[in-house]
């Protein structure tokens, strides 16, 4: 894919960015620009001692017309109402990368763009996030964990750097292959529903690998018995409310302190299907709101933890002549490598939106300060609005 001039990208961002602010000001009714644009860096020494953080990812972005633009709200009435007043929200996260989700999720994971092939199983080239903080904090194994929708996902957790070392990477759950190893022998009804993935190309169909090593997950890890995480998943209605049904077990019992959770159904928009597509908005926005609720009533969490929550990338623009608009993230252009990133925690300040553009790798190096590690071949910059 060819990447766009940076120069004329950063105009339509910051075009796109306006009109949210816009947006936003008529939505939640911030009429005083103060409110918008007045404020200073915060001092980290601030903030309480053991800090951890949640980020939340949407693979499958969503546009500005199915979220902040007026005829969108609808759809995100969580993150517009109950979240946005807590947040600090930046409008222009803008990504340089390559705009398939296993790849650019890992690029803002590493902090750096990562090149390789994004439909295959391979791990990150250059040292994770949960590397730094494990290396540079002396963490252990189980406090840092990632909840991934599919199979290449697998690999996130940890670069094949070998300076970083093998086994310092964080956990991964893929919840799907834990119901595909716990169902098969178990016929308890239809759970396909439960197990959709893979919304991009039909002609890739990874194999679920489910099997005796992830059952061991369940048990081990998660405390949770195989029947009662079947039982439970069958109340369930997609594979991103599974993802957060399983980080509510983690953070009940491991507690980490450096979360990562990857949600997947928005990308159903691959199938042409527009209401599909805003019922995975929908339901992220519901997600969102549940994922923070959790971490204000879970004692391990509540006070001490910062929020992000950002899609990996935009979606294809109606005016775009060389794609169909919602349905794929296939030609490169401003909309579909703009989005949205919102902090919520303590220390950072309630309602304030942040224009000026920023950028996807800026991710690992807020992370880094806010937790203080550092992130030493990471590119990007502290955000430091929210430090
Ligand atoms: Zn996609």
Known sequence: MKLPDPSSLSRAAAAIAWNRRDFLRNAVGLGASGALLGFSPLRAAALPLKHKAVVVTFGGGARDEETFAPEGQENIPNLLRTL????TLYTQVVNHGILGHYVATASLATGVYETFDNFAAVAPRDPTVFEYFRKDLH???DDTWVVAPSNGFNRIGESDNRRYGEGMGAGVILPKNLLKAAMPTRGLGNYDHLLRDNYEDPFYTPALAGNEVELQQLDNILKLSVDDFTQHALTLSSPDELSVYIARQLMRRLAPSLLWITLHDIDIAH??????????I????????????TIQAEPEYAGRTTMFILPDFGRDSDMDAGGNGFQHHRTGDALSRTTWMMVLGPGVRPGVVI????DSLDLVPTLGSLLRFSTPLAQGKPLTEVL
């Not at 199938?271 to 995975?280: A, E, F, W």
């Not at 992220?284 to 609720?293: F, G």
């Not at 224009?355 to 920023?358: H, K, L």
């Open 139 to 141: 963490r252990p194994a």
């Open 271 to 280: 199938s042409g299907t527009y209401s599909l597509y805003v019922d995975g």
């Open 355 to 358: 224009d000026r553009p920023v």
């Open 84 to 87: 946005f007043p807590q947040s």
């Open 282 to 293: 929908r339901r992220s926005d519901r997600l969102c709101a549940e994922i923070w609720k």
